[in-house]
């Protein structure tokens, strides 16, 4: 049977999902598996349709994501990615379907509301400031969660200061996690697009999301950057149990480090399953290798 072709260069090593979550140590120092805890549907995708003027950008997507699986969106250039995750986190509002987020269904609202409710986004294209230091962008994920008013914020008094010192640890802890302790005060527009990546991930995790929606977390990395890449949102996943969306061009990564996969293409669902599934799902083969248009 034929299958997706994975890689078009050399293949990358990089640890799978398996090796790097599941291995515990038994006393005789063997490795022994066990069973990942993936939870109920936290993220319902129901009916979705997307269009842009004449442009059908999404046609009826329905899939589930469920707590604290690692679920990629794969597709071709054009086939409606983006906009799936723009479409869950407030960014698109679909002219049909809806979306249900831990049993609470909505069909419009903003981005604002959803990052409230939980939800985190890194971008395809970095969206950070770049003349600001690494930990003062990762502040600004917290923003959110900052209760205290302007003034007092800057006045540093009162509750202000205790909230601050609180928000700080928060972002050190973050700092520490990935390994970003050396570039803390550094602007983030001096840093290697990779340790840009990993910034962009720290603002979203301070946030401190249940569903952190990833739009190509490894695009433009070197085969080192991918590597750190996928054990930090393996570790993220497992660490902090948080539930993680990702759209990722490299196939590798994607059959490696996800517990499900759902194919879009031309906007329309053509497969939904395990790698394993996908990887030999006829109308993904096709899509991928062109033959179906
Ligand atoms: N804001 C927009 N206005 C008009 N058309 C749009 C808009 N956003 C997306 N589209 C169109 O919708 C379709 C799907 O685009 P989308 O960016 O979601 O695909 P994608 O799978 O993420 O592609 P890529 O892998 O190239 O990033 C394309 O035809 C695109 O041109």
Redesign the pocket.
Known sequence: MSTIPLRTEPAEIIEPATAARLVEQTSANQPIVTAKKIGEVILDISNIS?S??G????TDISFNVKEHEIRA?I????????????CINGV?SPQQGSITFRGQTFKHMNSHQVAVMGVARTF?NLALFKGMSVLDNIMSGRNLKIKSNLLLQALRIGPAEKEEIKHREAVERIIDFLEIQAYRKTPVGQLPYGLQKRVDLGRALAMEPQVLLL??PMAGMNVEEKQDMCRFVLDVNDEFGTTVVL?E?DMGVVMDISDRVVV?DY?KKIGDGTPDEVRNNEDVIRAYLGTSH
């Open positions: 997307l842009f003027g442009v059908k950008a999404l969106i597709g071709p250039n054009g086939a409606g990615k983006s906009s799936m995750l723009n698109y395809q739009d190509e759209i061009h879009l906007g």
